[in-house]
């Protein structure tokens, strides 16, 4: 894709960027394609829904005016880097780290920050739940995302650890949101958090219900979560069981 393609497609979202903005998008484009011959980095190969499925849809939020152009912020289960990177490269202000459990997506995203000279962020190789253990990450971000990740319950337990009081977690979902929220809602109140109401945006040109869920940091997330790796998933947080999730 050309640079001038890139920047129409923006001005057609409505998002603000300048020349620069459409090159490093070109050139994370060009690089993920590249890449994704080798590895698994996404099951999108069609180039024009890659530019809508990933790019705008991690940028699109911007318009709503929940993420902040400066502070920190940590991408979750980050993968190919969306939204944590596309969102660093349009917003130089916002520190950005990116969280993964696979070196070899991690080598990507460095690779593209190299390539593209994207200097606000930093990488990370963990789980979820281990980052969230450490001090230098556990509640210590104004922001915490997640697209694509997990349903609700869970992505409260793998995110609202990272999240200072007074800040908020992100979660990019889609209409199914709204039939997780009931267990989403007991789940956040256990970590110290509170769900707002979703928040729909649009993709120029496609018709696709995405939603946006603001989780607000209320009080610190208790010492015993997140639970060790793998159990928010197989026991999830507001389900009826033990741990106390009722």
């Not at 070109?26 to 996404?42: F, I, P, Q, S």
């Not at 991408?75 to 990116?98: E, R, S």
């Not at 930093?122 to 001090?135: F, I, N, Q």
């Not at 940091?217 to 639970?227: D, S, V």
Request: overall charge neutral; charged content about 25%.
């Amino acid at each position: 894709m050309e640079v001038q393609k890139m920047q129409a497609i923006l001005d057609m979202n409505g998002l603000e960027g300048d020349r620069q903005l459409a090159e490093k998008l070109t050139a994370y484009l060009r690089l993920l394609g590249e890449w994704n011959e080798r590895m698994d980095l996404t099951a999108v190969t069609e180039e024009a829904e890659t530019v809508d499925r990933h790019l705008m849809d991690s940028l699109a939020p911007l318009k709503t005016g929940l993420i902040p152009k400066d502070g920190k912020l940590i991408d979750v289960g980050t993968g190919a880097g969306f939204p944590g990177l596309a969102l660093a490269m349009a917003c130089p202000g916002l520190q950005v780290t990116l969280l993964d459990a696979q070196q070899k997506r991690i080598a990507f995203l460095e690779a593209v920050c190299r390539a593209t000279g994207t200097e606000n962020v930093r990488t990370v190789h963990l789980r979820a739940e281990d980052g969230a253990r450490k001090p230098e990450y556990r509640e210590q971000f104004d922001l915490a995302a997640a697209r694509a990740v997990a349903p609700l319950p869970v992505l409260c337990e793998y995110l609202l650890p990272y999240v200072c009081v007074g800040g908020m977690a992100l979660c990019w979902k889609g209409p199914a949101v709204l039939q997780e929220m009931e267990m989403g809602k007991r789940a956040a109140f256990l970590l110290g958090g509170k769900p707002d109401q979703p928040v729909p945006y649009q993709i120029a040109g496609r018709e696709w219900e995405h939603l946006l869920l603001p989780l607000r940091k209320t009080g610190h997330t208790p010492k015993m979560y997140p639970r060790k790796a793998g159990t928010p998933k197989a026991r999830p947080l507001g389900s009826s069981g033990k741990d106390g999730e009722t």
